[in-house]
């Protein structure tokens, strides 16, 4: 498996100099060094994994998040993504989702968000001079929860994410009342 952080120094737990500069500017921390080791430990039992590449790791409130590089899962069948999950999640005790980075931020959020689908996606300049992009999806019960995907999405593409949901509810009703007139 490629990984930013050198194997030696993730099995002996000594980090070299280039290695430790990653950790100290923030680029990962405690929970991507404890998924790389276990990646390493788990490439023995899944040789697949040797195909890929690991990007980031995030641990929002109700899942974490692992991040293989563009391109990783297409290595790897059904069955090893399921067995990896399954070992990540005894190790972790929580839901994993193991998800492709993809240089095309829309398709990124698309895996994120899946199975809602996006609308639409817009950019927003705001006073202070800083950007956003704002996401509108189709439907709030297709979507977990959305910190989740904000706080993903910022850990690892460093963009700030506003997230809404398409108000179809309203014509919903506006249809039911005029059915009910017209029948009475």
Known sequence: MELPICTFDLKSGILCPRCEEKILRGLYDDLDIK?????????RELPKLAKTGYV?????????????KEDSLKYI???TVYALKKKLREKLAK???IIEDDKNLSRFIEKLVA?????????????????????ILDRMKNLQTTSSVIEVVKKVKHV??????EKTGWLEKKVKVSEKKSTA
């Open 77 to 79: 069948d059904q069955d």
């Open 115 to 135: 199975p809602a689908r996006i609308i639409t996606i817009n950019k927003i300049w705001l006073p202070d001079g800083s950007e956003e992009m704002r996401v």
């Open 35 to 43: 998924i790389m080791k276990l990646l390493i430990e788990l490439e």
């Open 56 to 68: 980031k790791t995030v641990d929002s409130a109700d899942t974490v998040y692992v991040i293989l």
């Open 160 to 165: 700030n994410l506003r997230i809404d949901f």
């Open 95 to 97: 839901k994993i989702k």
